[in-house]
């Protein structure tokens, strides 16, 4: 198992214009959060082998639309790279792999290439500010987005260590909601490309204080995509 060293996470700034893009439905890298991957399909396979003798960076971006047997789905223009900081190979020749968020990218144009997985020409400027942390969230309600959290998880019945979710920097909470709570793609992607931390916080409380509603008005599962989450 490989892991990175500090000195190597220093090294992170310099962002490549060329990046290998995993679309993945329902599946959000955000800036400092850290996405588990188990690797299996062989384009992929050959991403994460070329990104290791790389510069260990692949962006995650989600399909823009339901795309059955494609291989190659129509995208948002926005995702989220990271850089592989874990990896492992099993017996059985899959790959985990952990990425840790760098910024997100919007994409400027797919390339033609010979790649079995897909590439693109990535635009980091739009995302400056991802290169450091917003831990305090200014303007933050987080009381309220608290409070309408755990009502939904006890009735969802949810198990959940509130104790540690209560305690966490608001900026690391957000950013964890945002990649794990079950919302649709859609709803993803609208996280993923809010402007700052304080946006990203109003639209996750409307989300839950949503998804609460609809399950007290005695609706069933939230509505989303059935995919293999982080499993390819």
Same mark, same amino acid.
Not at 9 to 38: C, H, M, T
Not at 46 to 62: F, L, S
């Given at each position: 198992?490989?892991?990175?060293?500090?000195?190597?996470?220093?090294?992170?700034?310099?962002?490549?214009?060329?990046?290998?893009?995993?679309?993945?439905?329902?599946?959000?890298?955000?800036?400092?959060?850290?996405?588990?991957?188990?690797?299996?399909?062989?384009?992929?396979?050959?991403?994460?082998?070329?990104?290791?003798?790389?510069?260990?960076?692949?962006?995650?971006?989600?399909?823009?639309?339901?795309?059955?047997?494609?291989?190659?789905?129509?995208?948002?223009?926005?995702?989220?790279?990271?850089?592989?900081?874990?990896?492992?190979?099993?017996?059985?020749?899959?790959?985990?792999?952990?990425?840790?968020?760098?910024?997100?990218?919007?994409?400027?144009?797919?390339?033609?290439?010979?790649?079995?997985?897909?590439?693109?020409?990535?635009?980091?400027?739009?995302? /400056?500010?991802?290169?450091?942390?917003?831990?305090?969230?200014?303007?933050?309600? &987080?009381? $309220?987005?608290? #409070? !309408? %959290?755990?009502?939904?998880?006890?009735?969802?019945?949810?198990?959940?260590?509130?104790?540690?979710?209560?305690?966490?920097?608001?900026?690391?909470?957000?950013?964890?909601?945002?990649?794990?709570?079950?919302?649709?793609? /859609?709803?993803?992607?609208?996280?993923?490309?809010?402007?700052?931390?304080?946006? &990203?916080? $109003?639209?996750? #409380? !409307? %989300?839950?204080?949503?998804?609460?509603?609809?399950?007290?008005?005695?609706?069933?599962?939230?509505?989303?995509?059935?995919?293999?989450?982080?499993?390819?």
């Amino acid at each position: 198992m490989i892991e990175d060293s500090d000195d190597d996470r220093n090294v992170a700034d310099a962002l490549p214009v060329r990046i290998p893009i995993f679309p993945l439905s329902g599946v959000l890298l955000l800036p400092q959060a850290k996405l588990p991957l188990n690797i299996f399909e062989p384009r992929y396979l050959d991403m994460v082998r070329d990104a290791m003798a790389g510069d260990r960076i692949i962006g995650m971006i989600q399909p823009s639309q339901k795309a059955e047997g494609s291989a190659r789905p129509a995208v948002y223009d926005i995702g989220g790279a990271g850089r592989i900081t874990s990896f492992e190979e099993t017996p059985d020749n899959r790959f985990h792999i952990t990425l840790t968020g760098l910024s997100r990218f919007s994409i400027i144009e797919e390339l033609t290439v010979t790649t079995r997985y897909r590439q693109v020409v990535a635009d980091w400027d739009r995302f /400056a500010a991802d290169r450091w942390a917003e831990d305090e969230g200014p303007g933050v309600d &987080r009381n $309220r987005l608290l #409070t !309408a %959290l755990r009502a939904y998880l006890e009735l969802a019945q949810i198990p959940a260590e509130w104790e540690t979710i209560a305690n966490a920097e608001t900026g690391s909470l957000i950013t964890s909601l945002a990649m794990i709570c079950p919302f649709g793609p /859609a709803e993803k992607q609208a996280l993923l490309e809010a402007s700052d931390l304080f946006e &990203r916080s $109003r639209i996750m #409380t !409307a %989300l839950v204080e949503m998804a609460l509603l609809h399950r007290a008005s005695g609706g069933g599962a939230d509505d989303q995509d059935d995919d293999d989450h982080q499993i390819h």
